[in-house]
């Protein structure tokens, strides 16, 4: 089986968690998750997503995973990132996910 990658452009608020640790984050859009999740063949535990972001400047991997309340994925932001590319809390931002199927 070859190997598709599929793109996703983004865009959405930043937010923070308000347990421990204060975390912050964006949420792929309701519409956007659906489109993905159809393009799931394997999932890792608890529904977690291995993909690739591009933010501004800044590449990496990560996991995006579900959430239930807003039905899309949460996408988690490092502070290295956030620092890099002048992110913050409240910022409206566009970046773009890269799934491998």
Known sequence: MID????F????TVQRYSGVG???????????SAEIKNYLLQ???WGLVSITVT???SVWKTSIFP???SEGYLLP???EIRKKEKISLGDRISF??????
């Open 4 to 7: 598709n990658e599929i793109h």
């Open 77 to 79: 932001l490092k502070a």
């Open 9 to 12: 452009l983004v865009e959405s």
């Open 55 to 57: 933010l501004g400047h």
């Open 67 to 69: 959430d239930k309340q």
């Open 96 to 101: 773009s996910i890269l799934l491998s199927v």
């Open 22 to 32: 204060g975390w912050h984050y964006v949420i792929v859009p309701k519409q956007q």
């Open 43 to 45: 999932r890792r535990s």
